[in-house]
């Protein structure tokens, strides 16, 4: 019973091409085909000008856009506005600067220049840890990126057998 049906397949199948020759069949596959390929070719360039669209990028994310735009002007105004205050001030800070230089210089007239009683040990100890733990990792991570970018130049290895020849 199931060998009925396919062999009614079989029949509809070939009912389409029975009065076609063998070349107008591969005429006909060929025309197809070169179809299908077109308008593959076809979607692949729609898809290749849709990537390549700035304008259609810009719509696509353009509350992103607008949400980044903003944080960098009020990044830009924070820093004019601290460069602003810190001009205002400078000389204010200049002689309080001054003024604790010379009092370091009476407290300890051996030690002018430096002021490294000023920070605890600890608290020093801690930064120089922090900045190590912090380049160690920096430098972990570019490895690894270059790792996975650039690939490895291995040397090719050379059998045993023909170091002996």
């Given amino acids: 019973m199931s060998q009925a049906p396919e062999s009614d397949i079989q029949v509809a199948d070939h009912a389409i091409t029975r009065r076609m020759g063998d070349r107008e069949q591969v005429e006909q596959t060929a025309d197809r085909i070169r179809d299908e390929l077109l308008l593959t070719l076809e979607e692949l360039d729609r898809r290749r000008h849709r990537a390549t669209d700035v304008r259609h990028h810009l719509n696509q994310n353009r509350d992103l856009l607008v949400t980044v735009g903003a944080a960098a002007l009020v990044v830009a105004g924070v820093g004019v506005g601290f460069a602003i205050y810190r001009s205002r001030h400078h000389d204010e800070r200049v002689r309080r600067q001054r003024r604790q230089a010379l009092s370091r210089a009476w407290d300890h007239p051996e030690r002018v220049a430096t002021s490294v009683e000023d920070k605890p040990l600890g608290a020093e100890l801690g930064r120089k ?37």
């Fill in 129 to 165: 840890l922090v900045m190590i733990f912090a380049t160690t990792l920096a430098t972990a991570v570019a490895r690894n990126s270059m790792q996975s970018l650039v690939p490895s130049r291995a040397p090719a290895k050379v059998p045993a057998d023909a170091d002996k020849k």
